[in-house]
Structure formats: structure tokens, C-alpha cells
């Protein structure tokens, strides 16, 4: 039995979904990325809720991501959303009947190897600069893909780079760019089905980047992709993740508390050990600036640093009643408090993102 659960809320995930496919247009297909084992949730999970609400497509990064979901009977289409890598992956996309996303000759030509038949997606570089092809360069790879003969030209896609930030006009830069290969696919005899560009910040303050599919991802986790998009849906979080308190003991003023001693008690306290800690995925510096935990329905702070298996929180000089087996939230509601993967990213320096996906296996996931 683990020492911490991570309930996943299904019918939160089938909320946000909703809540997306309000800002696009009737008749855009809405593809639930559910990479990262779904964003920390479990993909199965959230892909089954997802699909159950209304999407009708699913995306992965890795092939592996895509075969787990075929093996627990899911048959909707799965997009993998960077280049197979290498001849196992290639085998994979065949076996498990994925679409291929591509940007190279090489991966056209190592799944027109195949022989088997392959949708396809031609991923175009408009300024993410981190994979896909130049946009002039779409209708010699077009053309590659239609002389395998075996291959269908199924998509063209692209990703937007700073659609977080609602005032950056580089967005509409990358739309248009985007806007002029699919032009320049069609000038050439070229016409793909279904285009792609919207991620979650796309979808929510983009309508000109929603075309025939968009691929939201945090926001069908309750998270909003910045603050600065915060409000603009109605998000519900869908994980809490809690624990139990493991052991209750008081300390002296004047004592120090785990590793380094970073902090130093300046009056008799009472302290709670609760069995999670940064090899769960607790950030270890959550317990150096400003964290808290959840007991009774108070938020606690975290003394000292996070350890890898445990972490101390604070329960004041009198211990308010706090005993052991009490639950701990270490993320998500209790009571009328509420701690938000984007207040543990925020203090320790990163994204919201990185704190759920960063939610070890060692936490189950409980669906709900």
C-alpha cells in the first residue's frame, strides 16, 4: 500500500472539457493530450474521461504512451506528437495503429518502410524552434509522403510558443506563418484534412488558432496554462493528493529541524511527520519557501526542508489537536483551503505543470 493517493477526479476532467469545447467552433474535433501518463493523473483515467465528454481524439509523445492506452482497450485515435525515434517506436505506431506526426525524410522514410498504412501529420516550425519542419520545406515533405504511396497525408500542425502570454503578438505571427504553409501546401496539390495549432492557451484566448482539431492539456486538468489566463474558463483542479500524519512530537525552542537545520524553532512547538517527501514529488525546496501543508483544515508550514520520503509541518506550541493518521493534503482542497500546483510551482521557481507531472509512482492514483 502506498503512503500517499492521488484521487483524480473524472468527473472534474469531464467538466473542463466542456468548459473547452465552449471556446471552439461546432465541428472542431477536440484531441485530450494525455501525455506524461496524463499530466500526473494517470492517462488511462483521463483519457476514458475525456473521451466520455465529448473528445473524440487522444495525444501522446511517446510511442509506449500510445500502446499502454491501446492495452487497456481504448480505440479512439491516438496522435503521437513528435517523430518516432527509432525502429521500435516506428513498430509501434504500425502495431498500435497510432498517427505519425513527422517534420523529416528520415521518418517518412522509415514508416514508408513499413509498407503499412500510416496517417500522418507534417509538423511545421512557425517559431517554437524546438521541432518541425521549415515551413518551405512542407511541400517537398508532402510530396515524399505521397510518393510512399502506403502513407496519407492526414494533417498539418504547428505550436504556438507564447500563447500564455494573451498581450504577446508573436502568436498571431506564428497563426499567420502557419496560415501561409497551409497556402503553400495547396498551391502545390497538397490539401491535409484536419489542421492543428491550438494548445490549451491557444483554445482559450485564440479563436483564430482553432481549426478542424485542438489539443488542450493542462487546462483538462483544472489548471490554467498561466495566471494570466486564469478566469477565462471555469477550471475545476482535477488531482488531491493526501496523506496520512505518521507521528506527532514536540520540540524545543532553540532546536533545529531536518537536513542543513534551515530552520530553528524560536518557541516550544509541536511538530507531524507525514510520510511523503521529494522522491514522490515534493519539491525538497516546497519546505524553504513558504510551503504548507493541509491537516484539520488549516494550512501549516513546512519546517525545514522536504527530506526524499518525509516532510515536517508545524502544529503550533499547543499541537491543536493534531494526531497521528490524521489526513494531510499535500495537494489539492480540505475543508476551505486549498493548495494549487501553481502556488508550489510559483514558491519553488517553476510551473504548475511540473509539479504534477512530477508526482512519483510511488503515489497511487485513485480514480473518483
Not at 474535433?29 to 488511462?44: E, I, T
Not at 489539443?215 to 496523506?243: D, F, K, M, N, T
Not at 504548507?292 to 494550512?299: E, P, S, T, Y
Request: with cysteine; glycine share 12%; proline share 5%.
Amino acid at each position: 500500500m502506498s503512503r500517499s493517493v492521488a484521487e483524480v477526479d473524472r468527473a472534474a476532467i469531464a467538466h473542463n472539457v466542456a468548459a473547452l469545447r465552449s471556446f471552439v467552433p461546432d465541428g472542431t474535433r477536440l484531441c485530450a493530450v494525455v501525455k506524461a501518463d496524463g499530466y500526473g493523473h494517470g492517462a488511462v483515467t483521463a483519457a476514458a474521461a475525456a473521451l466520455g465528454a465529448g473528445a473524440s481524439w487522444l495525444a501522446v509523445a511517446h510511442a509506449a504512451e500510445g500502446a499502454a492506452l491501446r492495452r487497456a482497450g481504448i480505440d479512439a485515435p491516438i496522435l503521437l506528437l513528435s517523430e518516432p525515434v527509432d525502429a521500435d517506436e516506428v513498430a509501434s505506431v504500425v502495431a498500435n495503429e497510432l498517427r505519425a506526426t513527422v517534420y523529416s525524410a528520415e521518418a517518412v522514410d522509415a514508416l514508408a518502410a513499413t509498407g503499412a498504412r500510416i496517417s500522418v501529420h507534417l509538423k511545421l516550425d512557425t517559431g517554437m524552434r524546438r521541432v518541425g519542419a521549415a515551413p518551405d520545406d512542407a511541400p517537398a515533405l508532402a510530396r515524399r509522403i505521397g510518393f510512399a504511396r502506403t502513407l496519407e497525408l492526414e494533417g498539418v500542425c504547428t505550436h504556438c510558443a507564447v500563447a500564455d502570454e494573451p498581450d504577446n503578438a508573436f502568436t498571431g505571427e506564428q497563426l499567420a506563418r502557419f496560415a501561409d504553409a497551409v497556402e503553400l501546401l495547396r498551391r502545390h496539390g497538397f490539401e491535409a484534412p484536419i489542421r492543428h495549432a491550438a494548445n490549451s492557451a491557444t483554445v482559450l484566448c485564440r479563436p483564430d488558432g482553432c481549426h478542424e482539431l485542438v489539443r488542450p492539456g493542462i487546462a483538462l486538468y483544472g489548471v490554467a496554462p498561466a495566471p494570466a489566463l486564469g478566469g477565462r474558463a471555469e477550471l475545476r483542479p482535477a488531482l488531491r493528493w493526501r496523506s496520512r500524519v505518521a507521528l506527532v512530537k514536540r520540540v524545543r525552542a532553540g532546536e533545529g529541524i531536518s537536513y542543513g537545520h534551515h530552520h530553528r524553532f524560536t518557541a516550544d512547538s509541536v511538530v507531524a511527520t507525514v510520510p511523503v517527501g521529494y522522491a514522490d514529488g515534493l519539491p525538497r525546496r516546497w519546505g524553504l519557501t513558504g510551503g504548507v501543508v493541509l491537516i484539520g483544515g488549516r494550512r501549516r508550514p513546512i519546517v525545514g526542508a522536504v527530506t526524499m520520503d518525509q516532510v515536517m509541518v508545524d502544529c503550533g506550541p499547543d499541537g491543536d489537536g493534531v494526531c497521528r493518521g490524521d489526513e494531510a493534503v499535500l495537494l489539492g482542497a480540505q475543508g476551505d483551503e486549498r493548495i494549487s500546483a501553481d502556488e508550489i510551482g510559483a514558491a519553488v521557481g517553476t510551473i504548475g505543470y511540473e509539479i504534477l507531472t512530477g508526482i512519483g509512482p510511488r503515489v497511487e492514483r485513485h480514480p473518483r
